[in-house]
């Protein structure tokens, strides 16, 4: 079997996002969820999700781009040009980042599993340093949240202009993350246009058959096809009926796809390094 993360983005900001990706964590259909604690409905959404938190990773989802009532937000464009130029302001980042990690915290009653960001902010240099920074103050070493990775692949998809350039933002995130002692996941997946066009099920099916173990693949379900704050309603529910579908399930069963926590991975891959290093001491 292939134990695959299937990561549901965005919890938080609607209801209709919230009460989407409830059903399918509810059903299996999901085995992590992250979530904007920037939002005013934020503590809502967090008590509705608690009877799910054993099913499911439940991370933070940092947010800088998208205004929702909490945030200092810039759009995406602003931060990319800022983040390769190395100017951005590292102490509003930290600034930002603790006062939405500490309202997530708030309401959800414990630190997240793990984090990444709305649009991928987590890994631009200049917002990673100083989130990593404060991870490794914050909390001791072997409770450190697990960090997600963005290294999409540029074929399988219909954005590879933007898997381009987060791959070339993401340059030294692997030594950065080292040296705050945090770990970061392994391969990603599920990037795409979110447009209505898009085919979602074919690129799916790709990606769980093109996933290596351990891979975390986002997706964006909502219940209902009304507009998000960023505009990508018809996508969502078009992603939330094709995951509670049947054909979904075949696609997993052909391809040997289990769904699984990534703290759930770690600790099988975790076992199988201890039974190798018995097996050579043995010989």
Partial sequence: MKPIVLCADDYGITPTVGAGIRELAASRRLSAVTCMSSTPIWPTEAKLLQPLQDKIDVGFHFNLTLDLGYSSVKNLPVWIISGLSGRINQDLVEREFLQQLERFEFCWGKPPAFIDGHQHVHIFPGIRRPLLRLLARRYPEAERPWLRRINPLLTGHDAP?????????SIGLTRDSRQAGLLLSDNFAGLY??????????????????S??????????SISAAQTPDG??????REFQYLRSREFIRVCENEGVVLTSFSTWQQELDKARTITCHKRHKM
């Fill in 212 to 221: 290596q173990p351990g891979t975390v693949l986002m997706c964006h379900p």
């Fill in 193 to 210: 246009s979110l447009t209505a066009t898009a085919d979602f099920p074919a690129m799916m099916s790709g990606w769980l058959r093109q």
């Fill in 232 to 237: 990508n309603g018809p996508a969502r529910k």
């Fill in 161 to 169: 202009i933007k898997a381009l350039m987060l791959k070339m933002l």
